[in-house]
């Protein structure tokens, strides 16, 4: 009996050893000659740390809240798509349960105030809520196109760590484009 004990307690070492191995690769890998690269879990996981987020209008009498983002890159597409439940309170409903949906779509820009990336042209592509008959009433357009841009110009959907910003060096970001479903920011010299 010792012997499997032993081949097991090995094997899970290994294991740990490789998983520790391929996250730090994977975190290295990240900068390629003059790009920076990043996939959509690694966006997905930094947009989830920053919601629900909470919007009140007219006095406290409606309010919205954001929840649930699901950020997808399609394969050919130069746009992200961000797709939030929804809650909207008023006259006695809580905006912390979902009573809707909709979906964003937007290309990315880098902002060095807050060393993020940010949605740039945000567009509303998709609402249903169907409390509200399944289409938004103006109330409801008005708070979430209000939140909308303002939420693209302070509010990163990634934020570059200082470790990132070290391995770049003197190298300034420029363009950051969308393609091939990455996220790809390309470096000046």
């Known amino acids: 009996m010792r012997r499997p004990t032993l081949a097991a307690a090995l094997l899970a070492a290994l294991t740990a050893l490789l998983l520790a191995a391929c996250s730090t690769l994977s975190a290295v890998s990240a900068l390629l000659g003059n790009e920076v690269i990043f ?7 930094a947009l989830v740390r920053n919601f629900p987020k909470d ?3 007219l006095g406290g009498l ?3 809240r ?3 983002p699901r950020l997808s890159i399609p394969p050919n597409d130069n746009r992200l798509r961000v797709d939030f439940d929804l809650g909207i309170g008023a006259l006695g409903s809580d905006s912390r349960t979902p009573s809707g949906r909709f979906a964003l779509v937007s290309a990315l820009r880098y902002d060095p105030q807050t060393r993020g990336l940010h949605l740039q ?12 008959g399944g289409t938004m009433n103006a109330t409801a357009r008005s708070l979430l196109n ?3 841009v303002d939420y693209a110009r302070t509010e990163p959907v990634y934020r570059f760590d200082n470790s990132l910003l070290d391995r770049l ?3 300034r970001i420029g363009r950051t484009d969308i393609a091939n479903g990455q996220v ?4 000046d010299e």
């Open 121 to 132: 042209n945000p567009a509303v592509e998709y609402v249903d809520v169907p409390a509200l």
């Open 66 to 68: 954001l929840m649930n």
């Open 39 to 45: 996939s959509q879990p690694q966006l997905q996981q």
């Open 146 to 148: 209000s939140w909308l």
């Open 62 to 64: 409606v309010s919205i």
């Open 184 to 187: 790809v920011v390309r470096l």
């Open 169 to 171: 060096g003197a190298r």
């Open 55 to 57: 919007y009140d209008k």
